[in-house]
T-cell receptor, first 113, second 117 residues
Framework: QQQVKQSPQSLIVQKGGISIINCAYE??????FPWYQQFPGKGPALLIA?????SEKKEGRFTISFNKSAKQFSLHIMDSQPGDSATYFC????????????FGTGTRLTVIP | GAVVSQHPSRVICKSGTSVKIECRSL??????MFWYRQFPKQSLMLMAT?????????EQGVEKDKFLINHASLTLSTLTVTSAHPEDSSFYIC?????????????FGPGTRLTVT
C-alpha cells in the first residue's frame, strides 16, 4: 500500500518555466515532509522539507506548498533549468527525517533548453 | 558534512555467489543506518533498519537470511546478499541517521548497482 502518492510520473518543462510536482498522503500522524532529488546512478539528496505548522517554505528556486486539510503538498521549481533534470521524490515521516521515510513513486523531470 | 559512502559502486557477480556492500558515514556517527532497494525507474523500498550493536529489523517480505546486515561500528554497516540470483539485481542504497548534530535527517549514500549474471 503506497502511503504517499505522487504525480505526475514524468514532467517536461521548458527552461525558465515552473515545474510542479504533487503528493498526497493519508496518515495524519505524518508530520515531516521532505523532498529528495536523485540524479541517475546516485543516491537521493535532501532538497527541502516542511512541517505542517507552516503552509509554505521557500529555499531559493524551490518552494514547498502544504495543505494540511487536504493532506497534500507540492514542490514548485521556479525558473527551471536543464541542470534540474532529475527524479524527484516526496516523502513523509513521523517526527523527523531521521525516522522511517515513506517515499512517493517519483517524478522524472526533464527541463528542455 | 554528513557524507555517506558506499563501496563498491558497481558489482557484477555470478549466480550463487555472495556479495558484500559497505556503507560508511564519513564525518558523523550513525547509530542507525537504513538499507533500501530501488528498481529501475521506481521508488526506494526500505529493506531493513540497522542499529549499531544489535540485530537489524527487516521489513515485511525481506528475507533476513538472504540479506545479511551487520552494523558493527558507529560508522559502518554492511549488507551481504547471499546466494545471489538474477532477480536480486538492483540498485542498493544505504542511508545513515544523523542525530548527533541535531540535524535529524537521513543522509543517503551514492548507491551500489548489483548485477547478478
Amino acid at each position: 500500500q503506497q502511503q504517499v502518492k505522487q504525480s505526475p510520473q514524468s514532467l517536461i518543462v521548458q527552461k525558465g518555466g515552473i515545474s510542479i510536482i504533487n503528493c498526497a498522503y493519508e496518515n495524519t500522524a505524518f508530520d515531516y515532509f521532505p523532498w529528495y532529488q536523485q540524479f541517475p546512478g546516485k543516491g537521493p539528496a535532501l532538497l527541502i522539507a516542511i512541517r505542517p505548522d507552516v503552509s509554505e517554505k521557500k529555499e531559493g528556486r524551490f518552494t514547498i506548498s502544504f495543505n494540511k486539510s487536504a493532506k497534500q503538498f507540492s514542490l514548485h521549481i521556479m525558473d527551471s533549468q536543464p541542470g534540474d533534470s532529475a527524479t524527484y521524490f516526496c516523502a513523509a515521516s513521523i517526527g523527523t527525517g531521521a525516522n522511517n521515510l515513506f517515499f512517493g513513486t517519483g517524478t522524472r523531470l526533464t527541463v528542455i533548453p | 558534512g554528513a557524507v555517506v559512502s558506499q563501496h563498491p559502486s558497481r558489482v557484477i557477480c555470478k549466480s550463487g555467489t555472495s556479495v558484500k556492500i559497505e556503507c560508511r558515514s564519513l564525518d558523523f556517527q550513525a547509530t542507525t543506518m537504513f538499507w533500501y532497494r530501488q528498481f529501475p525507474k521506481q521508488s526506494l523500498m526500505l529493506m531493513a533498519t540497522s542499529n549499531e550493536g544489535s540485530k537489524a529489523t527487516y521489513e515485511q517480505g525481506v528475507e533476513k537470511d538472504k540479506f545479511l546486515i551487520n552494523h558493527a561500528s558507529l560508522t559502518l554497516s554492511t549488507l551481504t546478499v547471499t546466494s545471489a540470483h538474477p532477480e536480486d539485481s538492483s540498485f542498493y542504497i544505504c542511508s545513515a541517521r544523523d542525530v548527533g548534530t541535531g540535524a535529524y535527517e537521513q543522509y543517503f549514500g551514492p548507491g551500489t548497482r548489483l548485477t547478478v549474471t
